[in-house]
Nanobody, 120 residues
Framework: QVQLVESGGGLVQAGGSLRLSCAAS????????MGWFRQAPGKERQFVAA????????SYADSVKGRFTISRDNAKNTVYLEMNSLKTEDTAVYYC?????????????WGQGTQVTVSS
């Protein structure tokens, strides 16, 4: 059974940083993208960032470019999202996803989400 488990969310002041982790189990996600999405209250889920198996290809939403960095450790089957210069509008539940053929292609697997709250 495939599981994606996110961690690292929490409460942080604007301008601060957080690092999210997503540990995958049940299979190795080779040759596919892993990514992060987020959903704020009352809004649709939106793409945040994605990374290829090799790490050579990354993609970011315009709203997080230059502030967020996605990375992965294939030996640990884990993907990370380093979030810096956080803004109140980054407040959302962040979801890890895996199994897509491209950065924004449909993902096969999803985590349960981790809450990120940025206070002013």
């Amino acid at each position: 059974q495939v599981q994606l488990v996110e961690s690292g969310g929490g409460l942080v002041q604007a301008g601060g940083s957080l690092r999210l982790s997503c540990a995958a189990s049940g299979r190795t996600f080779s040759s596919v993208f892993m990514g992060w999405f987020r959903q704020a209250p009352g809004k649709e889920r939106q793409f945040v960032a994605a990374i290829s198996w090799s790490g050579d290809t990354t993609s970011y939403a315009d709203s997080v470019k230059g502030r967020f960095t996605i990375s992965r450790d294939n030996a640990k089957n884990t993907v990370y999202l380093e979030m810096n210069s956080l803004k109140t509008e980054d407040t959302a539940v962040y979801y890890c996803a895996a199994g897509a053929a491209g950065p924004k292609a449909p993902y096969d697997y999803w985590g349960q989400g981790t809450q990120v709250t940025v206070s002013s």
